[in-house]
């Protein structure tokens, strides 16, 4: 974990859920967090006491108090909600700040904030993630930013406490676009699993063996063992993201292909199948229960 170039950042970080709070604990191990902020004021105040920053209780107040600052919230609609109003980063950003987004808010909503802000004489970047909390804690993610080249390279010390792959993919828009293109595969082998664990199942195949086969074979993605225990043992697996969530994630898939008249069949299967499994009352169930939901024996939590 790099700690180059520390003194030149003041990052401040807000959205400390599951993933945002091991980014915030590398940010202030690489010197660079400022403070915290986080719609659930107590979870700012217990992080900020460990790790020694401020506990902002606005976004304009830590937009104020930073030359860096990141947003790690579910989808557009809460980034939204963080700079807009009275309280919002938009009433204490000061010139020649940078923004840099690292949820999944797809290329819509990163070209509006890009517009919004230009406006204050701020730059934009989109760096969204891919990885697991694992890799979050580990500092091991991928970033995927869109960004010039030159504020590419000034964030980059920053960047690299976040992840161990970073890419500049192109301008502003392209990090947004090239992480629903990895979602896309992800929830494409999401569905794949599911149908082939209740394939196997019902083939009379032991579920351990045969996901220890899976594990083995040709299809063993990373994300086939990272995601092992929450399709072996869904009763006692914590939620890793919801299915709600994802449903989200791949309607933003959709919608990007339609922007850029791109078939994306998969895409379309697995956003009907999200939407019936939420429908069936599985929408706060992790995103693996698509299986529980094809068994179609379970019941929703």
Same mark, same amino acid.
């Given at each position: ?23 915030? #604990? ?13 719609? !659930? ?5 217990? *992080? ?15 937009? +104020? ?27 204490? *950003? ?21 517009? &919004? ?11 969204? *993630?891919?990885?697991? !909390? ?26 690299? !406490? ?5 890419? #500049? ?8 676009? &090239? ?30 063996? +045969?996901?220890?086969?899976? +594990? ?40 990007? @292909? ?41 019941? @929703?939590?």
């Amino acid at each position: 974990m790099t700690t180059a170039g520390a003194a030149t950042h003041r990052v401040g970080l807000s959205g400390i859920g599951r993933m945002g709070t091991p980014i915030a #604990r590398n940010l202030a191990a690489g010197g660079f967090l400022a403070g915290v902020h986080n719609r !659930t004021p107590e979870r700012a105040e217990e *992080l900020a006491r460990e790790l020694g920053v401020a506990a902002y209780a606005t976004p304009a107040e830590l937009a +104020a108090g930073v030359d860096v600052v990141v947003t790690c919230v579910s989808d557009a609609a809460a980034v939204f909600d963080l700079y807009e109003g009275d309280s919002g980063f938009l009433a204490g *950003l000061r010139p020649g700040t940078t923004a840099v987004d690292i949820g999944t808010i797809g290329t819509r909503a990163v070209h509006r904030l890009a517009e &919004l802000l230009a406006r204050h004489e701020c730059e934009f970047v989109d760096a969204p *993630l891919s990885g697991s !909390t694992a890799t979050a804690s580990a500092g091991t993610l991928t970033v995927m930013v869109g960004a010039s080249p030159a504020v590419f390279e000034r964030l980059m010390p920053v960047l690299q !406490t976040i992840g161990s792959s970073v890419f #500049r993919v192109g301008p502003v828009g392209s990090g947004a676009a &090239l992480k629903l293109a990895v979602n896309n595969v992800v929830y494409g082998l999401n569905q794949g699993i599911s149908e082939s664990l209740v394939l196997a199942e019902r083939a009379g195949i032991d579920r351990l063996v +045969a996901y220890e086969v899976f +594990a083995s074979s040709a299809v063993a993605a990373p994300f086939v063992h990272y995601r092992r225990a929450a399709f072996e043992r869904p009763e006692s697996t914590p939620v890793a993201l919801k299915l709600t969530l994802a449903a989200k994630d791949i309607d933003l898939v959709v919608e990007l @292909a339609q922007s850029v008249d791109a078939e994306v069949p998969q895409a379309r299967l697995a956003a009907t199948v999200l939407r019936e499994a939420i429908a069936a009352g599985f929408g706060s169930a992790d995103v693996s229960a698509v299986a529980e939901f094809l068994r179609g024996t379970g019941t @929703a939590p």
